[in-house]
């Protein structure tokens, strides 16, 4: 289960990195909610599960509204962005799996993996969509990585996180591209 | 209560505003009530005692939350005594937007929560018109998102003592990007409005955010707290050195108020770096002085950068002491507290710093001639602005025990 949560996690953010059509960063925003979700659900909690379950899907629902039209997964000349997603996951598996000790070990891979495929989604060039997608991604993994710390109000973080990932997509631009 | 009202009132202000904006008088006024709930609230507030009103705990550090109430008179300032063609119920309602953010970070239960409502405001300013494009406006404070983001995970993660140093390498440059320093400076245009710039970051928004962030890194990596004081320290000097240079030589007068803006930031960090109370106190008074002094002086010399007007009037050499952190003014005590702190540190450290510091004496000369010849209101503005500069470096102390020092 919890391997699994992670790697859907990692898809999800994949995706969005991977993605320049709407539907593609839609299912890229839902796989990544579901996956951390699942990760949240694994370790015994139950409504930031709900929440982040719930968060990403609304993200993904919300960003359908706007950006290119179709899925527009790995479009011609993604090939750095494929290598960057795997050689990302790579490094959190080493990371979570030989550096780091204790539990949680999936979330040690999923947070550092979506968080460091959603940064490089900004810096190898973006969108609006897609930059929206990677800032809502970004606080879905926000919000599951503090269930790692033991005070703070964990699901308290993760319910916020899943209000501003989906309010991130609702919000209307001003003006169509820069100017 | 009053932590949540802190956070309630302005964000309340802040939507009456934006919906009576076709009637600016009636959102002016709307506004200035709520915004004034709000400090009231934030004033009440006792520091470290938590408010369960919403099920989480919140609480106010005393720090922050005389950052909070400067940087809401600093507000009242700039609106009460706004620059010529600027619209008031504007900016007060850009103003309480950041008001309602910066509180929401204060008093947040924990760093993560302080992060989802920064990259909040991170993207609605990105949202709002703006004459950058908007993944360049987007770009930088979301990787700072995720350097504090990465930084946090590292913290909490068990294993060898590297990875609380990744950690707190995460933390600072974070901080650094958020507040669009060296080496995270944000592209910048000197016709943009002011608000949707990346100037209330480093001007309004950051200080409040350094002293959250530096404290609660310090809380969560209490075994690398050296390592992240030597960065913020290692920043900081590069920040000092490559801003107060660039404010002197850089051919835009608009470029070189944000580059000093950053040499000052430079201070700021060396400040919190030092984890002396002396360094602490510095980088506080230096960033009561960037709320109170210096951010006015930048909106009030907006409209003669525009019109490219310069000016040698004893005012224009005063704003100019002001910025160069001569005495009496309020940079003068925080540059001699942060070489005592320096000092009682590292010796050497403040050997570098001391002939730094005379680098602010080129940039104030040429930034005060950028002020024009200010008349009216704005003369009057400039005159308070300087009182309250020598206010604060003649007696900095009832600021300082505000923030618990």
Not at chain 1, 28 to 55: E, I, K, R, T
Not at chain 2, 32 to 55: E, H, N, Q
Request: aromatic share 6%.
């Amino acid at each position: 289960m919890t391997a699994a949560a992670a790697i859907a996690a990692w898809v999800g953010g994949s995706l969005i990195l991977l993605s320049d059509g709407r539907r593609g960063l839609a299912l890229g925003l839902a796989v990544l909610g579901g996956g951390l979700a699942g990760l949240a659900l694994d370790a015994g909690h139950a409504f930031a599960a709900v929440a982040l379950a719930a968060g990403g899907a609304g993200a993904g629902a919300l960003r359908l509204r706007e950006g290119a039209d179709g899925w527009g997964i790995m479009p011609p000349g993604s090939t750095p962005r494929l290598i960057l997603a795997t050689v990302s996951a790579l490094i959190a598996l080493y990371l979570a799996a030989v550096i780091t000790e204790g539990p949680g070990a999936g979330f040690r891979f999923a947070v550092p993996a979506v968080i460091a495929v959603l940064a490089l989604r900004l810096l190898l060039g973006a969108d609006r969509a897609a930059a929206g997608a990677a800032a809502s991604g970004i606080a879905l993994a926000l919000g599951v990585g503090s269930l790692l710390s033991t005070g703070g109000a964990p699901e308290a973080t993760c319910i916020a996180a899943a209000v501003v990932a989906a309010g991130l997509q609702a919000i209307t631009h001003a003006e169509p591209d820069g100017a | 209560m009053e932590p949540e009202l802190a956070v309630a009132l302005p964000a309340a202000g802040w939507a009456c505003t934006a919906a009576l904006r076709p009637r600016p008088r009636m959102a002016l006024a709307a506004g200035a009530v709520f915004g004034a709930g709000g400090v009231a609230a934030i004033l009440f507030s006792a520091p470290g005692s938590a408010s369960t009103d919403l099920g989480v705990s919140l609480t106010i550090t005393a720090a922050a939350r005389a950052m909070l109430v400067v940087a809401a008179v600093a507000l009242a300032f700039v609106v009460i005594l706004a620059p010529a063609r600027a619209e008031r119920s504007t900016m007060l309602r850009w103003g309480l937007a950041g008001l309602a953010g910066m509180a929401a970070i204060a008093v947040a239960p924990s760093l993560d929560v302080a992060l989802i409502v920064l990259l909040a405001l991170f993207v609605l300013q990105a949202a709002a018109l703006g004459r950058r494009p908007y993944l360049s406006r987007l770009r930088g404070p979301l990787l700072a998102v995720a350097l504090i983001g990465l930084g946090l995970v590292f913290a909490r993660m068990g294993g060898p003592p590297a990875l609380q140093r990744i950690a707190a390498v995460g933390l600072v440059t974070g901080l650094v990007a958020a507040i669009g320093a060296v080496p995270f400076v944000q592209e910048f245009d000197a016709e943009e409005m002011t608000a949707t710039s990346p100037m209330p970051w480093l001007t309004f928004v950051g200080p409040l955010l350094a002293v959250v962030v530096v404290a609660r890194g310090r809380e969560l990596i209490p075994g690398q707290v050296d390592v992240l004081g030597a960065l913020l320290i290692a920043l900081g000097l590069v920040n000092v050195a490559y801003g107060s240079i660039a404010a002197w030589r850089v051919d835009s007068a608009a470029a070189a108020w944000r580059y000093l803006f950053m040499a000052d930031w430079g201070l700021v960090m060396c400040g919190l770096g030092l984890g002396v109370a002396d360094g602490l106190r510095a980088a506080l008074l230096i960033l009561f002085g960037l709320l109170l002094v210096r951010l006015p002086l930048y909106l009030w010399s907006r409209q003669a950068l525009r019109d490219n007007v310069q000016n040698d009037r004893p005012v224009n050499l005063l704003v100019a002491a002001a910025l160069a952190g001569s005495a009496p003014f309020a940079g003068f005590p925080a540059r001699v507290l942060l070489l005592k702190g320096a000092t009682a540190m590292y010796w050497p450290l403040a050997l570098v710093l001391a002939p730094l510091l005379l680098l602010w004496i080129p940039a104030g000369l040429r930034l005060g001639r950028t002020l024009g010849a200010p008349t009216g209101r704005q003369l009057f503005g400039v005159a308070i602005a300087l009182a309250v500069s020598v206010v604060l470096g003649a007696y900095p102390q009832p600021l300082l025990s505000l923030a618990g020092l």
